[in-house]
């Protein structure tokens, strides 16, 4: 495993921006598929974006397609959600995934079970 610390959470208003970051510890950062999903209070966890080690390969949900961006920098551990056009739906918890272990494939991945490393997550607010 790896530690995984967010980090860009906060207020915003409808319509606005923010970027998220998530620093990885560890050697093999650029062979881990990277995740974020969120949750609101009282919800299930869901996917918001997904890269591969290479970042060549990303997924999202409808919900964020064209208003979230996921992007890496290998040689700095960092992913990064840049996320526009917030809307007050959007307000949740934001958890960094990485993928570390399993056979290696460059492929982005949307399904929770797939992460085996998790960040504490950074809460994003979007008011109306």
């Known amino acids: 495993q790896v530690q995984l610390v967010e980090s860009g959470g906060g207020l915003a208003q409808g319509g606005g921006s923010l970027r998220l970051a998530c620093a990885a510890s560890?050697?093999?950062?650029?062979?881990?598929?990277m995740g974020w999903f969120r949750q609101a209070p009282g919800k299930e966890r869901d996917f918001v974006a997904a890269i591969s080690g290479s970042g060549a390969h990303t997924t999202y949900p409808d919900s964020v397609k064209g208003r979230f961006t996921i992007s890496r920098d290998n040689a700095k551990n960092t992913v990064y959600l840049q996320m526009n056009s917030l809307k007050p739906e959007d307000t949740a918890n934001y958890y960094c995934?990485?993928?570390?272990?399993?056979?290696?494939?460059?492929?982005?991945?949307?399904?929770?079970?797939?992460?085996?490393?998790w960040g504490q997550g950074t809460q994003v607010t979007v008011s109306s």
């Open positions: 995934a990485a993928r570390t272990r399993g056979v290696y494939i460059d492929t982005a991945y949307s399904y929770s079970g797939s992460y085996d490393s």
């Open positions: 560890g050697r093999n950062f650029g062979s881990y598929a």
